[in-house]
């Protein structure tokens, strides 16, 4: 794959909600590029479209038009299917409320995209599952249900779900939302480590102190970027 | 307390009108399952506690019958005294003649509209009907030779007698005799026939002295119905047992080879026709049972229907809580409305459930039944207003359980959705019951096939029957029953007519025809062994037109030719083989020389086994009763037109009572068979839609309130595919041990309805089979909808923090 390349493209690209006549520009015509490694923080207030940009770039949502190439994938072009095995191998994902499914363990729960993945045998995929959990500190958590952790061992352990694929892009959505001042920190020292082990990681936050630790923060208002460094402003 | 049930109630509504077209879905679900549990409840006491009406008590009454298709009643007047005299389990036992019935009663010069019941001595002892005057007819009033005595009915005494206080030992004419009249029964009592009752007398005054037959005729031809009063403390079982073990024993004289019934049959109440009303009773006990598994599905529907609504009822719920509302408080609301929901659904189901009745009662397997056409019974309504408890907690007992947990806003988050003890439950009874009825309903269906493809040994098609019977006469008196001569000419006559129609290919007399109500066996005796035999009177060309194959010798040549054809099956039960021409059936007599042997036919129920039958010219229904069959196009009415003629010229006492197709007669034969099948589908087919749609509403739920674990696993990178086949295997599973437990309830089943109702043919490991695969492709096609729907979830709105 070329290097040069953007690992993510977006080409005006918009999203636009329909209700009751009313038209709602979630994204309005949005040109971004993020290149592979890089560390991106995603700023702006409640209703803004952070979230729904971020659910476009991991192929949660569509947009209504315009041009997304993932990893030189033009995703718009491609069904239902190729879009979530491109999920599946590319994005990571680490949610605000973790999205651990409750009724599995921490290992089911990590070991999950894998299965979903296909081609791993049963001993591959545990001992993917045993590095992920060892890397973010779960593997004596295991085989606990995701009741039994505190929010901080949670978010762990989704977060062990996101890297156990080695994703190319890691997709955080205030990760650090329900978790007290010390989770948080631990968790945001963990991200800043698999971005040194050279994974993208794409987050939206509204702590500012967060934001600071990217190396590039975009601010949006209305559906558009209006800050980015990148791009030399709004 | 009140105003707070109010407020509830006031919520309830308010709450199904948010969703109307689901509370209208779960309302005509429980209503039609109420209308058919109301309509089984009501025919369901009317045959099992309903009682004659006007006597001091109906305990302990009990109707003697005999079981299959016998033309007359049970014994003779001299077996039933015997009877009488030696009977342990009954307090007192009696009967009324089926010859004594008048449907006109001549009373002091005029003719009135009812009947008179000839009864036997202990009628009115066993009966114990309230007497409005006087007394009952008692043991002296049978005497020979002394005084006539009658006892009026109330009605008569009142229409007649205008109530006259001094009527009684009153004499009056009836039937041109004198006759003293000693009681008059309570209004209420009508008597013990199929109508209303005018008068009673006793029945060997009646017959001896008036109609002056013969004593063997009086004393010992087999047409009396029984009735007795059992002694307290025992069963009907001991009854029929005690009455089997004597019509074992009896020695029964021989009536012109006429059979006493051969098996009895004693069965609760006072009925007049017995087999009837113990068929009736089982079938209509089977669907209430039905109709109570109907509701039981239709309540765990209605369950699933507020269940649906539960992730958005776990909110309010919660913030009730929050309130200071308690858990009593709350499972209160919850069963208010609950209980509104079964209210309106009872309410409709007991106003369609008036027509339901009607339409049931005139079934043919609820004919002769003597059913009465009471609308709502105290004890049905009691048994629905029951059921409609039951329901009410069951209905409610989905969110009731919810409240039962703590921290409801939490639940409110939760991800995932598996299905829980209520689904698995709901789903192994609505499958299991659906594969109960189900498989019913497809041996009901299976049995009615056979019934229909099996080969009657004749062809129906293209031949029309012209019935006749004798024309109205004046009471008490006798029509003049044509003489051969008459016959003979009045069958040429016709023929002639008939075949100048454009459109008749052949012309022949015969009858009773397949499918008409046979008289009874006829005893032969062949080379000292006795051989039994149904008798059909015939004429030249009968066979041929039929379609019935000739094996040996040849038909008869005349309509009045002596000898005898009989069939295959007779010939090999009485002499081993079928060739038997120029055999005698008794004596030397010509007339019983056997002219032709043809092939057995199927004269009686498709499930019966074939039976001997010996065709004559001069015997089975008076020849100039036989019906005049015509094959070919004719119009009905031309046919009529005809007949009319040559009956008008040679047998005017006759006339035609109707021109019918003969596989539109054939076909009555089954039509009870048909009903069953066709009410026993309705069921099933209710039972299923229901299993299905609950089964449906059930998988809906489980992906809507997982919607949110369904959008992580899409993240994760599951695909639509992915996704659709998980939701399937959940649904399959879920469903499976309710569909095993179907099919193994439908096997029980079959094997159970295989004792009486329907053929031995019918495979019930076969039924259960197709069940099973029905109740897998159920299962398979409630459940595409929601895993499609699950497909198309977009998770990027699911998983954000709320």
């Keep these: 794959m070329n290097q040069k390349q953007p690992l993510i493209a977006l080409r005006d690209l918009r999203r636009i909600y329909t209700t009751d006549q009313l038209e709602t520009h979630a994204l309005a015509g949005l040109d971004l590029d993020i290149a592979r490694g890089e560390y991106v923080a995603i700023e702006g207030p409640s209703g803004c479209g952070k979230s729904t940009l971020l659910s476009v770039l991991g192929l949660l949502d569509e947009p209504s038009s315009g041009d997304y190439i993932l990893a030189g994938v033009p995703t718009t072009e491609i069904d239902a299917e190729e879009q979530a095995r491109l999920r599946n191998r590319e994005i990571g994902f680490i949610f605000q409320s973790f999205n651990l499914i409750p009724e599995m363990s921490v290992r089911e729960n990590v070991e999950l995209p894998l299965i979903y993945r296909g081609g791993l045998d049963g001993r591959a995929r545990r001992q993917s599952v045993e590095e992920a959990l060892k890397r973010v500190g779960m593997d004596h958590r295991a085989d606990h249900r995701p009741g039994q952790l505190s929010g901080g061992q949670q978010q762990r352990a989704a977060i062990a779900r996101a890297l156990v694929g080695q994703p190319s892009l890691l997709l955080a959505d205030e990760p650090t939302g329900n978790l007290d001042s010390e989770s948080g920190e631990q968790v945001m020292d963990l991200l800043g480590e698999l971005h040194d082990g050279g994974t993208t990681l794409v987050m939206v936050t509204h702590n500012p102190d967060y934001a600071a630790r990217a190396g590039r923060r975009l601010r949006m208002h209305d559906g558009r970027i209006e800050q980015d460094p990148e791009a030399g402003g709004a | 307390m009140i105003?707070?049930?109010?407020?509830?109630?006031?919520?309830?509504?308010?709450?199904?009108?948010?969703?109307?077209?689901?509370?209208?879905?779960?309302?005509?679900?429980?209503?039609?399952?109420?209308?058919?549990?109301?309509?089984?409840?009501?025919?369901?006491?009317?045959?099992?506690?309903?009682?004659?009406?006007?006597?001091?008590?109906?305990?302990?009454?009990?109707?003697?019958?005999?079981?299959?298709?016998?033309?007359?009643?049970?014994?003779?007047?001299?077996?039933?005294?015997?009877?009488?005299r030696s009977v342990q389990t009954l307090e007192d036992v009696s009967g009324v003649s089926g010859m004594g019935f008048l449907r006109e009663v001549p009373l002091e010069g005029q003719l009135l509209e009812g009947q008179a019941e000839a009864v036997l001595p202990g009628y009115f002892q066993t009966l114990r009907p309230r007497m409005a005057l006087g007394r009952g007819l008692d043991e002296d009033d049978f005497a020979d030779g002394g005084q006539r005595n009658l006892v009026l009915s109330h009605g008569l005494w009142r229409q007649a007698f205008n109530q006259d206080p001094d009527i009684l030992l009153r004499e009056i004419e009836f039937n041109d005799e004198n006759w003293r009249v000693v009681g008059v029964v309570d209004a209420a009592f009508t008597g013990t026939g199929s109508g209303p009752t005018l008068l009673w007398l006793p029945y060997g005054r009646f017959l001896r002295d008036i109609h002056s037959m013969p004593d063997m005729i009086v004393d010992d031809l087999p047409w009396f119905r029984l009735f007795g009063r059992k002694v307290p403390g025992t069963g009907t079982a001991a009854v029929e047992a005690e009455l089997a073990r004597f019509m074992d024993t009896h020695d029964f004289p021989d009536m012109f080879g006429i059979r006493s019934a051969e098996e009895i049959l004693v069965v609760d109440g006072i009925v007049t026709h017995p087999l009837q009303r113990r068929a009736a009773q089982r079938q209509v006990s089977i669907l209430l049972a039905t109709a109570a598994l109907v509701a039981l599905v239709a309540a765990v529907n209605a369950g699933i229907f507020l269940l649906a609504r539960a992730p958005a009822r776990r909110r309010e719920l919660a913030l009730r809580q929050a309130l200071g509302a308690g858990r009593r408080r709350i499972v209160g609301q919850l069963l208010t409305e609950a209980g509104a929901l079964v209210a309106t659904a009872t309410v409709v189901g007991l106003l369609a459930s008036l027509w339901l009745a009607a339409v049931f009662r005139e079934l043919p397997f609820l004919e002769r039944s003597d059913l009465?056409?009471?609308?709502?019974?105290?004890?049905?309504?009691?048994?629905?207003?029951?059921?409609?408890?039951?329901?009410?907690?069951?209905?409610?007992?989905?969110?009731?359980?919810?409240?039962?947990?703590?921290?409801?806003?939490?639940?409110?988050?939760?991800?995932?959705?598996?299905?829980?003890?209520?689904?698995?439950?709901?789903?192994?009874?609505?499958?299991?019951?659906?594969?109960?009825?189900?498989?019913?309903?497809?041996?009901?269906?299976?049995?009615?096939?056979?019934?229909?493809?099996?080969?009657?040994?004749?062809?129906?098609?293209?031949?029309?029957?012209?019935?006749?019977?004798?024309?109205?006469?004046?009471?008490?008196?006798?029509?003049?029953?044509?003489?051969?001569?008459?016959?003979?000419?009045?069958?040429?006559?016709?023929?002639?007519?008939?075949?100048?129609?454009?459109?008749?290919d052949a012309v022949a007399f015969g009858g009773p025809l397949p499918g008409q109500r046979m008289v009874a066996h006829v005893s032969w005796e062949i080379e000292d062994r006795q051989v039994s035999a149904r008798v059909i009177g015939v004429g030249p060309g009968f066979f041929e037109l039929m379609g019935i194959p000739l094996l040996h010798g040849r038909d008869f040549d005349t309509d009045t030719e002596p000898g005898l054809i009989i069939s295959r099956h007779f010939a090999e039960q009485a002499w081993g083989q079928s060739d038997v021409v120029d055999r005698h059936v008794s004596g030397d007599d010509d007339q019983m020389r056997v002219i032709g042997v043809v092939e057995d036919v199927l004269y009686g129920h498709p499930d019966e086994p074939v039976e001997g039958l010996i065709f004559s010219t001069r015997m089975g229904f008076g020849p100039a009763l036989a019906p005049v069959l015509v094959r070919g196009q004719a119009a009905p009415e031309q046919i009529e037109s005809r007949v009319t003629e040559a009956l008008d010229r040679h047998m005017d006492v006759l006339s035609v009572m109707t021109v019918r197709p003969l596989a539109e007669i054939r076909a009555e034969a089954t039509e009870r068979d048909r009903a069953r099948a066709g009410i026993t589908a309705l069921f099933g087919s209710l039972v299923v839609v229901m299993a299905g749609f609950g089964f449906f509403a059930m998988q809906r739920f489980l992906v809507d309130s997982g919607q949110r674990e369904i959008a992580i696993r899409m993240a994760l990178g599951a695909g639509p595919r992915s996704v659709r086949r998980r939701i399937l295997q959940r649904g399959l599973l879920l469903g499976l041990p309710g569909t095993l437990l179907g099919a193994l309830l439908g096997l029980v089943a079959v094997a159970w309805l295989r004792d009486d109702l329907i053929s031995l043919a019918v495979n019930a490991p076969g039924v259960a089979a197709l069940t099973l695969l029905g109740l897998m492709a159920l299962l398979l096609v409630a459940t595409v909808q929601p895993a499609r729907r699950a497909a198309r979830l977009h998770p990027g709105n699911l998983l954000g923090e709320e």
């Design chain 2, 372 to 504: 009465s056409d009471a609308a709502f019974d105290p004890a049905a309504l009691a048994m629905t207003a029951l059921l409609a408890a039951v329901l009410t907690g069951l209905v409610a007992l989905v969110p009731a359980a919810l409240v039962r947990r703590k921290r409801l806003a939490e639940q409110s988050r939760q991800a995932g959705s598996q299905p829980g003890l209520f689904q698995h439950g709901a789903a192994l009874i609505q499958l299991g019951l659906a594969g109960l009825v189900g498989a019913s309903a497809l041996a009901f269906l299976f049995h009615l096939s056979l019934l229909e493809q099996r080969d009657p040994g004749f062809r129906a098609d293209g031949v029309q029957a012209v019935l006749v019977s004798f024309r109205e006469a004046p009471a008490g008196s006798r029509p003049n029953v044509p003489q051969d001569e008459a016959v003979t000419a009045f069958r040429a006559d016709a023929r002639e007519r008939l075949a100048a129609l454009p459109g008749v």
């Design chain 2, 3 to 84: 105003a707070g049930f109010i407020a509830d109630l006031r919520h309830a509504i308010r709450v199904y009108r948010k969703t109307p077209w689901q509370t209208a879905l779960a309302v005509l679900m429980l209503a039609s399952a109420m209308a058919l549990v109301s309509t089984m409840a009501t025919l369901w006491t009317d045959l099992h506690l309903g009682g004659l009406p006007g006597l001091e008590s109906n305990r302990g009454l009990v109707t003697v019958g005999v079981r299959g298709e016998f033309g007359m009643g049970v014994m003779g007047a001299n077996s039933a005294a015997e009877l009488r």
